[in-house]
């Protein structure tokens, strides 16, 4: 399972000046609504929200957004 390393992408967010989830959603041409799920555990990334934020932090590396973390018993 991979999941959004939320308090890098904020970091990072505040040095570019996007002070807010909704700042960061935007840069990244993301629903704002949806990003809010993605950060706060509530919904998993999908293609779209990967490939956003990669755009929206170009110098970054996919492991310098999200992280693997074993699935959930009972789930794959």
Known sequence: ????????IRARGKERGLASD???ARAA???????N?????QARPGLS????????????KFEDL????????GRR
Do not use: T, W
């Open 1 to 8: 399972m991979i999941r959004p390393r939320v308090d890098n």
């Open 22 to 24: 909704s700042a960061i």
């Open 29 to 35: 041409d993301l629903d704002p609504g949806g990003f």
């Open 37 to 41: 799920r993605l950060m706060r555990g």
């Open 49 to 60: 929200s990967i490939e956003g934020l990669l755009n929206a932090f170009q110098e970054l």
């Open 66 to 73: 999200f992280e693997r973390v074993p699935a959930p018993r």
